[in-house]
């Protein structure tokens, strides 16, 4: 099969340029003319040529408000501009607007098709720059999904067969597990890899926010509003948006979530103009789904909208074979942000955490080794675990040791204790709610907010 000919349009007024050049280029470029401006964007629209042959000097629409506009309709195209005003200005000019080179007239054709052949190798190989920088993005996503057990296996084999595709992903699996990690894979691995990636974390903004966040509102829509916002939608066209903990999107939300899914359009808050989106959707959650449909938490027909493909990431617990190849990728990561000589983990530490259950999986883990990078102590893991452990079954209050009081104060003494406790408290309510924080809350018969604080105030992490 005869490979086809790169195409190359003339836009010139004179019809002696375009004739020598169609002369002496068409036996190894396909050749098009166009007498103005006009004609010649026109061309473009219809015949996506691979380069332009641009006069400067033309009647009505000038080469260089040409040039502007084909550089706004399409950035891919090169353009090298021809002029028999070799003024100093316009070699600027026309640069600064986006011309690859630019010739003066007259020419040789000899010369002209070196200058051709220049730009379009230089093309060529940006090209090749811009395929290997994606191939390394998409390597740096897969390096972060570390573990060779089966069934990390498998999801990966899975991310790669439905990354290219339109269907809505489900991610589910405990808090640390992953789940950002994947979704980003699956953006990176689609045509989509270009556009916007945007994350919206669900359970992160009020209920009564969430809306206008996820759609957008309309100025004067509510008390603030005193300009026209895009959403996270609008935000995400071209590209994909991740809806991470969706199971804690509020009941009289989920409707309109629906009809984004199957139709691909919505309202701003406060508007009355449909507007339209074309964007991936990747969803993830760390909640009981199958719970939340029989308690109504969560609309049926939006449950199965969202199942088109459903991804399950397994605790840390479930893939113990993969903890060396995680202990490894971390240290070597903390060790060179940190500017550290690099130190092995002893055999010992490793079968320690080898058979620790993770209650924060990898999010955890990556937290522990970052401490043992910065504070270069390997032994403070035995202390680490006994202390993780005892959070999550901790002993009764008799059990606990009294130290000899430094002091008398009663109040200071039994604000020790109560914070003591409540750390204890609320460590187990996370854990028992797979960090749902909103559960939690729920669970200890506090505000949302009050426990928030709390986990700030008594450090506790993931």
Request: aromatic share 6%.
């Amino acid at each position: 099969m005869e490979e086809e000919k790169v195409k190359i349009l003339v836009i010139d007024d004179d019809p002696k340029v375009s004739w020598i050049l169609s002369e002496g280029l068409g036996d190894s470029y396909h050749i098009l003319s166009a007498k103005d401006g006009l004609e010649g964007l026109q061309m473009i629209t219809k015949t996506h040529p691979n380069l332009v042959l641009l006069d400067i000097k033309m009647p009505g629409m000038e080469g260089l408000e040409v040039l502007e506009k084909i550089k706004s309709m399409d950035q891919v195209t090169e353009v090298i501009m021809l002029s028999g005003h070799g003024e100093t200005k316009n070699v600027v000019e026309s640069i600064k607007r986006g011309a690859s080179e630019f010739i003066n007239k007259p020419f040789d054709v000899k010369e002209v098709e070196i200058h051709i052949q220049s730009v379009l190798e230089k093309n060529r190989l940006k090209h090749e720059l811009d395929q290997l920088k994606t191939e390394l993005k998409t390597k740096s996503q897969y390096d972060k999904l570390i573990g060779d057990s089966p069934n990390m296996v498998q999801i990966k084999a899975v991310i790669e067969q439905v990354a290219d595709s339109e269907l809505t992903v489900l991610i589910r699996g405990e808090s640390g597990t992953g789940k950002e990690i994947v979704a980003r894979m699956l953006h990176t691995l689609s045509n989509r890899r270009n556009g916007p990636f945007v994350k919206v974390n669900c359970a992160a903004i009020p209920h009564e926010l969430l809306e206008a966040e996820l759609f957008g509102y309309e100025k004067g829509a509510f008390t603030g509003a005193h300009k026209n916002k895009p959403g996270r939608f609008e935000i995400a066209n071209k590209g994909t948006i991740f809806l991470d903990e969706i199971g804690d999107m509020p009941l009289e939300l989920q409707s309109k979530m629906l009809q984004v899914l199957e139709q691909y359009e919505f309202m701003r808050v406060g508007g009355i103009k449909t507007i339209k989106v074309d964007t991936r959707i990747v969803c993830a959650t760390n909640r009981d789904l199958e719970k939340a449909l029989k308690d109504r938490t969560i609309r049926e027909d939006l449950f199965y909208r969202l199942n088109e493909v459903t991804l399950n990431l397994p605790p840390l617990r479930d893939r113990r074979d993969d903890i060396p190849l995680l202990l490894e990728h971390f240290l070597q990561k903390y060790y060179a942000i940190y500017n550290k000589p690099y130190h092995p983990l002893s055999s010992g530490t490793i079968e320690l955490l080898q058979s620790f259950d993770w209650p924060g999986n990898v999010r955890q883990m990556e937290n522990l080794i970052k401490q043992i990078v910065v504070r270069e102590d390997e032994s403070m893991v035995k202390d680490a675990v006994r202390s993780i452990t005892a959070e999550i079954m901790p002993l009764p209050l008799s059990a606990y040791p009294i130290a000899e009081p430094t002091g008398f104060s009663l109040k200071r003494r039994v604000g020790e204790t109560v914070a003591s406790e409540e750390k204890v408290m609320i460590t187990q309510a996370l854990n028992k709610t797979n960090w749902n924080r909103r559960k939690a809350a729920q669970l200890l018969e506090i505000s949302y907010r009050s426990l928030l604080y709390k986990i700030k105030e008594y450090e506790i992490g993931q």
